[in-house]
């Protein structure tokens, strides 16, 4: 069954998972994002998934005087890239849709109105 943009529909691990492996790892040798943030595949057989892993150092929004810079990860099931059309375009998607997760998460912790949370995403 092919996978969702967040990758929800991932059977267990099989040789189409190293091929998505492949598939993902050739991508991200081309690509390229902000400072402080990387991404790359981690394999997860003993739960038959492999995961875009992307990790980032930010400041910490907790400390308003003086924030420190923290680092956050996200982890997200690989999508089963070779049965898509395009594997390309779909996993392009798939890492715009992964990393806009995250940059809203961070949106959320600094959006403040007299000093409160209103989207707190650790609510």
Known sequence: MPSDLMGNHLSMWDERTEADIRIAQEFLARFR???DWHLDIT?????????????????????LCVPERINIMGEYNLPRLGEMQDPDL??????????????????DEWFRVDGKLPFDPHR
Do not use: Q, W
């Open 33 to 35: 994002y902000k400072p």
């Open 43 to 63: 394999r997860r057989p003993e739960v038959g998934c492999a995961r875009l892993r992307a990790t980032a150092t930010v400041l910490d929004s907790r400390e």
């Open 90 to 107: 779909f996993f392009r998607d798939f890492l715009r849709a992964s990393i806009r997760n995250m940059e809203l998460h961070e949106v």
